[in-house]
């Protein structure tokens, strides 16, 4: 298991569902571990006496209070973007102001985030992203401008891997398929469905992210970097 003693890890988004899976990864593993959350006050509150993690209310749509939150941490050695919003349908009569909100929460905060958490970053440290498997694939009506968002984050990786390259910092997206949580719960109604479009026929775990998570933040995951991580269950394969 990689050893996180020590580090200072933040993670924006960890209240429930894969923030929260990483969260308790991160701190099972020595990490000094904070999180933020926007409106899951008693769950956050939960998850920090679990695993003795420090909860921040810090809503990702809000850029002044986003970037405040990374530059209160200091020097990171691991930042981990899950904050995501999820708005599906009729793109002819989805709400404007709602789609906006997301590419706020979905596109804007990873980018500033990663931005403010690299200007003191300490070397070799990692910036990861929880992206979809959407940026690849959206295999059904209703979920174009989510797959905006989701694509999006392949630009910004690719790019900011070169930016803090020299550093040894790498910046890298996972990319889920369908995992249980309260976005999508594994008996959700949308469930078999995403499963006939998968060669493993399930909903994933968020430990399984998690891990993956790990994986890239650890030691062996330095030469990974300005990649996308998929892990979907062969979803997009
Ligand atoms: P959930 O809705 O279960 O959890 C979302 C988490 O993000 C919560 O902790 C929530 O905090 C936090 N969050 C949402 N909006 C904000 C905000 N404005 N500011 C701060 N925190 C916020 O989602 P999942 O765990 O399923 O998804 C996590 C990430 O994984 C997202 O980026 C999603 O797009 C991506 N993903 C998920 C997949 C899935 O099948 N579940 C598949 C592919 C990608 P609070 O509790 O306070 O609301």
Not at 12 to 20: F, T, V
Not at 116 to 132: Q, T
């Amino acid at each position: 298991m990689s050893d996180f003693t020590g580090k200072n890890v933040l993670v924006l988004g960890g209240s429930r569902g894969i923030g929260a899976a990483i969260v308790r990864r991160f701190a099972k593993g020595g990490g000094k571990v904070a999180f933020t959350y926007a409106g899951s006050k008693d769950a956050a509150a939960a998850l920090a006496a679990e695993t003795g993690g420090e909860a921040i209310r810090a809503d990702s749509a809000d850029r002044d209070e986003l970037v405040r939150t990374v530059a209160d941490r200091g020097k990171l050695d691991v930042i981990i973007i899950n904050a995501g919003a999820l708005v599906l349908g009729d793109p002819l009569t989805l709400d404007a102001d709602a789609i906006d909100r997301m590419i706020d929460i979905n596109v804007r905060a990873p980018y500033h985030a990663s931005i403010e958490a690299a200007r003191r970053m300490n070397d070799n440290g990692r910036i990861i992203v929880i992206g979809s498997v959407n940026a690849d694939r959206m295999p059904f009506a209703g979920g174009a401008a989510y797959a905006l968002t989701k694509s999006a984050i392949q630009g910004m990786v690719r790019g900011l891997a070169r930016d803090f390259g020299e550093r040894g910092i790498t910046v890298n997206s996972i990319q889920p398929g369908p995992t249980d949580s309260d976005m999508n719960p594994a008996d959700g109604p949308m469930a078999a469905t995403m499963h006939s479009f998968m060669a493993i026929k399930r909903h994933a775990r968020a430990d399984e992210i998690a891990e993956l998570a790990a994986y890239i933040a650890g030691p062996h995951g330095a030469m990974i970097t300005g990649s996308m991580q998929t892990i979907d269950g062969g979803f997009g394969a």
